[in-house]
């Protein structure tokens, strides 16, 4: 139900942490640059499969130091930039918050708006290793862009890249940031789906299939990070 943490050579001293009601059960999380907190989102309704809805994720931030939570905002997909602030996808866009407009009550700003279609919790956004690229995947509706990030007195901005028309799930990028590896589903002529593991090459812009994962269940599938 909740988030573990533990030592990486111990895991006997694993303990876990129960997200702050309405929240119910943990999901995708990410640890800041110094190690002092955790990002991870949970749901606030009984997991469904077609229980989509972001209106029921919740971003919560943890002290990994004192075990303090906060919910943040409504949201699903959270990552740290630069190790003082947030990204996070709403239904509508994605959106930055600094812990100074966290602990201030400001409102985050949205970096991006979705004009054509709403994200859901299947969406998914990763963060290359140099914070100059952004991926965002909508897979409910086969989109999957990567965008340039650029950052200014604080102020970030996107800059459309590359796009494709698949769904694209859990992506995430190479330890050198020159590829990205993720779940991709698609229907034969018969109309059954394939999943397989793909790759993306960053610099020749080659898609290949590494594996195939057609005989997993979906609540099975994830990535978390690609490590070397």
């Not at 999901?27 to 972001?54: F, H, Q, R």
Request: hydrophobic share 40%.
């Amino acid at each position: 139900y909740g988030c573990f943490i533990s030592p990486v050579n111990d895991e006997s001293e694993a303990y876990q942490i129960i997200p702050p009601a309405p929240a119910l059960f943990a999901g995708a999380s990410d640890w800041s640059g110094n190690n002092k907190y955790i990002i991870y989102e949970a749901v606030t309704a009984l997991p469904s499969e077609d229980d989509v809805a972001i209106e029921n994720s919740r971003i919560i931030l943890l002290s990994a130091e004192t075990d303090e939570q906060v919910i943040v905002d409504e949201g699903t997909s959270p990552v740290f930039f630069d190790g003082t602030s947030i990204l996070y996808l709403k239904s509508d866009g994605v959106y930055h918050m600094t812990y100074e407009m966290l602990t201030s009550g400001t409102d985050p700003d949205r970096i991006l708006a979705f004009e054509e279609y709403e994200a859901t919790r299947r969406s998914r956004i990763a963060l290359s290793p140099s914070g100059n690229e952004l991926v965002v995947s909508n897979p409910d509706s086969s989109k999957f862009m990567i965008y340039g990030v650029f950052a200014e007195n604080g102020t970030l901005s996107l800059s459309v890249g590359n796009g494709f028309t698949q769904a694209a799930y859990w992506p995430v990028f190479s330890p050198d940031g020159t590829s990205l590896a993720f779940i991709n589903a698609s229907d034969d002529d018969s109309g059954v789906t394939e999943k397989v593991l793909a790759a993306l090459d960053l610099v020749t812009g080659e898609q290949y299939v590494v594996t195939d994962l057609s005989m997993y269940a979906d609540n099975h599938l994830s990535l978390g990070a690609w490590t070397q």
